[in-house]
């Protein structure tokens, strides 16, 4: 019965504010707060505001180009982990691909910030920050993550089947290409969604590594809200839960299809 | 007809024939556990050599050393000359069937055969005219289409084993291939094994727990023990004459006597077994230290069951039948002997029960000719 109680209790603080958001984006009313009918009139005004929609531009690619990366260079990791059996320096090195998730963001944006930095100063590149510098620091964090997934799948994946084809004649290559990736691309698929929405809604690292011209969604909206709340941001805010929910949709969708296929 | 050359077929019993697989010094270790042990062999080619042993002994760990999946901790593997040792799985003349039978799951059965072949980049056309063929010799003709997990226990070892044989390698590995299938299958497929392996001149390497399987498919049989080859020989000689007692009673059953020396003569040798409560003879002598603890081992067939005293006979034993298994073709007796010893003898069936004079809680006697036991001393 506490149990049940607490239950409810947690559902209601996560839940009720996203209800409220995505109820009051359809306020006709100026004020947050109060509800003065039914109007759609925010989501216009959201599609007319350049900088918000550039902003959500910049995001998208952001996000698909540093998914893709992590998930490359996450499966890389992984793959090394669990496939090359015992190197020296393995639990150092599987130690230092996963850091990234437990290190806070400030640090991880603030070390980034000075690496970016001092490597203009020693090489010339990056040039000044933007686009490119946000895209390598949401590729680290989310290399991270992918490798993490891909790990626990690998982990998971009997040896002896990709040691079944190189017994037929296929070099580690092939190997790869034939049998591993094919087996292990529902979590490639749902490692490459996390990586996405990760990127899409980092405000804290993206605001270090971050130059003019390349504002994130997030850091529009957080300077917005900064003036205040207005509804177009309860709008753009819904938005963004209908395309995350759309993904976690998928990402369970492709689990789902995946475990029916094999069990 | 000509008569072939006994060393043609028995090529291990010439000492000159070069070994088609050649194995020395062979051994692995998993950090403390050492799964094969300093094992030496040869194995000639077209030979079926099965490997049989008890679980965990080594017999998988063997294979995928030859297949080079596991690299050895020391020791050489020459395959057809040639040393294998930096020679990776993909560029082995070998095949494996794989004791999980390692089923790619995202293929069909006629992907998952056909493989091997896609690998060697013959034409579709000829791969699936192949693949139809070897199907069809397992049996599984109709599933080309269907996933590994659509298929039944049985099924799957099948594909497994189709997708060993099609490329008709060199040497041949196969784990427990015929295990999950029934009596009948089982024998069809056996037949068919030795069918390819004469057609093919392929050599196996078959490992299997099932000693009869081996009895009948091989060429010569290799007992292993705890890492280690305890016997080696062909199936006659190590059922008749095995060296250890590990191998006696892995291979069939056995009653084993221990007992000690008391007269050992180059044609006469006299154990004197509390265990059996006579004194047993044999017509050879064994040449060991006087006082010897060793064991006679006697198979249930080679007992001599009667009711009526049998006379003139060196090695009598009395008993009671304790229990009786009716198999068919044979019946087993479970005998108690007055010594507390229970042994196990077995009888044909040669009438259909009309005569049976045997029946529980009857008094017997116990014979065997005098050279149809074995003397082990370890
Ligand atoms: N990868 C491994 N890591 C550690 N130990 C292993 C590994 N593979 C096998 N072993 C150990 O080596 C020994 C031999 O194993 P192996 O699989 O060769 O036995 P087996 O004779 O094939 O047994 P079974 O008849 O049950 O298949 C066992 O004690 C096993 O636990
Ligand atoms: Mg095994």
Known sequence: ?263 | MTHPNPTDEKPWLDIDRKPFIKIRNLTKKFGDVVAVDNISLDIYENELFSLLGGSGCGKSTLLRMLAGFEIPTSGTIEIDGQNMLAVPPHARPTNMMFQSYALFPHMNVAKNVGYGLRRDGLQKAEIDIQVSEILELVQLGGYEKRKPSQLSGGQRQRVALARALIKKPKLLLLDEPLGALDKKLREETQFELINIQETLGVTFIVVTHDQEEAMTLSTRIGVMDIGTIAQIGEPQEVYEFPRTRYVADFIGSVNLFEGRVIKDSPNKLVIESPDAGINIHVPHGVSCSPNQLLWFALRPEKFEISVAKPKNVTNLLKGTVEDIAYLGGQSVYLVRLETGRLVRTVRANRDRGAEAPITWQQDVYLTWARSAGVVLTS
């Open chain 1, 1 to 263: 019965m506490f149990f049940r109680i607490l239950s409810v209790f947690g559902f209601f603080f996560l839940y009720a504010p996203i209800a409220a958001l995505v109820f009051y984006s359809f306020n006709a009313s100026k004020l947050v707060t109060v509800w003065g009918g039914f109007s759609t009139k925010w989501y216009g005004e959201l599609f007319g505001d350049p900088q918000i929609l550039g902003a959500a531009w910049i995001s998208l690619k952001i996000a698909f180009i540093s998914a893709s990366i992590s998930v490359v260079l996450g499966t890389l990791a992984a793959l090394i982990m669990v496939r090359f059996g015992r190197f020296k320096g393995r639990t150092l090195f599987s130690g230092m691909i996963t850091a990234p998730l437990v290190m806070p963001e400030v640090i991880t944006g603030l070390s980034l910030l000075m690496l970016f930095i001092s490597l203009q100063g020693l090489i010339g590149w990056p040039v000044g920050r933007g686009l490119s510098t946000i895209v390598i620091a949401h590729s680290t964090f989310g290399l991270a993550f992918v490798a993490v997934i891909v790990q626990s799948r690998l982990v998971d994946m009997d040896k002896d089947i990709e040691e079944a084809a190189s017994d037929l004649g296929a070099r580690p290559v092939r190997v790869f290409f034939d049998i591993t990736l094919p087996m292990i691309l529902p979590a490639l698929v749902s490692a490459w969604l996390l990586a996405f929405t990760l990127s899409l809604d980092d405000l804290v690292i993206a605001s270090f590594v971050a130059g003019p011209g390349a504002s994130t969604l997030p850091m529009v909206i957080f300077s917005k809200v900064r003036l205040g709340v207005s509804p177009d941001i309860n709008a753009l805010a819904t938005i963004m839960i209908g395309i995350v929910g759309l993904g976690i949709f998928c990402a369970t969708l492709v689990m789902l299809r995946k475990s029916s296929r094999e069990g």
